[in-house]
C-alpha cells in the first residue's frame, strides 16, 4: 500500500515570494492534516480536513496561508507572502478517520532567504 | 492545552544497550502514537497505544493512561536506530489533532 506522497522535497524562496506544497494521502483515508515542524520541534497543526471540509484551522496563519483539499482526496497548502520565520519542514499526514492512527509523508523542507 | 513532556531530552549510547524513553501528559487522551523520525526527517509509526503493551521486535511500548505516561523500550539497539523519537497524543474531546513532545535525541554509537 503506498504511502503519502509530497512533493515538492525541497525548496528555497526568497522572502515575499509565494510556494505552494502538494499532497496526496493513503487511499480510502478520509483525514487529511498539514503539521508544520520548526527545527528542534515536535510538529504542530496548521490545518485538519475531514474529507474536503476543514475542521481545524485555529494555528493557521490565514493572512498568509491558505489550504484547500477540493476533490476530497488531494490537498495543497500555499504561503503568499512568505517570511523568514517560515522556515520549517511541512509534513502532511492521514488517518481513516479523526480518532484513528496517523501516518506522515516524508515532508516538504522550506527555506526562505 | 494539554502538556507533553518526553525525557530524557538526549540519549547516548553504545551498541547493544537497551534503554527506556518516557512521555508524560497532563491530560486524558485517546490516542497515543510513538513515531521515529530518521536523519531524512520522515516520521516512521513506531506504535499506535492509547493503553496496554505491545511489542515489535526490539521495540516495545506501555501506556498507563489512568497515571498518564507512556514508555518506550528499545532493547540491543543498533546504529540504525539513532534519530529523534516522538511521543504524541490526541486528548480527549480533540477532533483528531495530534499534541507531539519535544521528542527525545537518541544517539547510538558503533
Known amino acids: 500500500e503506498a504511502g503519502v506522497a509530497q512533493s515538492p522535497r525541497y525548496k528555497i524562496i526568497e522572502k515575499r515570494q509565494s510556494v505552494a506544497f502538494w499532497c496526496n494521502p493513503i487511499s480510502g483515508h478520509a483525514t487529511l492534516y498539514w503539521y508544520q515542524q520548526i527545527l528542534g520541534q515536535g510538529p504542530k497543526l496548521l490545518i485538519q480536513?475531514?474529507?474536503?471540509?476543514?475542521?481545524?484551522d485555529s494555528q493557521l496563519p490565514k493572512d498568509r496561508f491558505s489550504a484547500e483539499r477540493l476533490k476530497g482526496v488531494d490537498s495543497t497548502l500555499k504561503i503568499q507572502p512568505a517570511k523568514l520565520e517560515d522556515s520549517a519542514v511541512y509534513l502532511c499526514?492521514?488517518?481513516?478517520?479523526?480518532?484513528?492512527?496517523?501516518?506522515f509523508g516524508p515532508g516538504t523542507r522550506l527555506t526562505v532567504l | 492545552g494539554i502538556q507533553v513532556e518526553q525525557s530524557p531530552p538526549d540519549l547516548i549510547l553504545q551498541e547493544g544497550a537497551n534503554s527506556t524513553l518516557r512521555c508524560n501528559f497532563s491530560d486524558s487522551v485517546n490516542n497515543l502514537q510513538w513515531f521515529h523520525q530518521n536523519p531524512w526527517g520522515q516520521l516512521i509509526n513506531l506504535f499506535y497505544?492509547?493503553?496496554g503493551t505491545k511489542q515489535n521486535g526490539r521495540l516495545s511500548a506501555t501506556t498507563v493512561a489512568t497515571e498518564r505516561y507512556s514508555l518506550l523500550y528499545i532493547s540491543s539497539s543498533q546504529t540504525t536506530d539513532s534519530g529523534v523519537y516522538f511521543c504524541a497524543v490526541l486528548p480527549t474531546g480533540n477532533t483528531g489533532k495530534l499534541i507531539f513532545g519535544q521528542g527525545t535525541t537518541l544517539q547510538v554509537k558503533p
Open positions: 497505544i492509547p493503553s
Open positions: 499526514a492521514s488517518s481513516l478517520g479523526q480518532n484513528n492512527e496517523q501516518f
Open positions: 480536513f475531514q474529507n474536503n471540509g476543514v475542521v481545524d
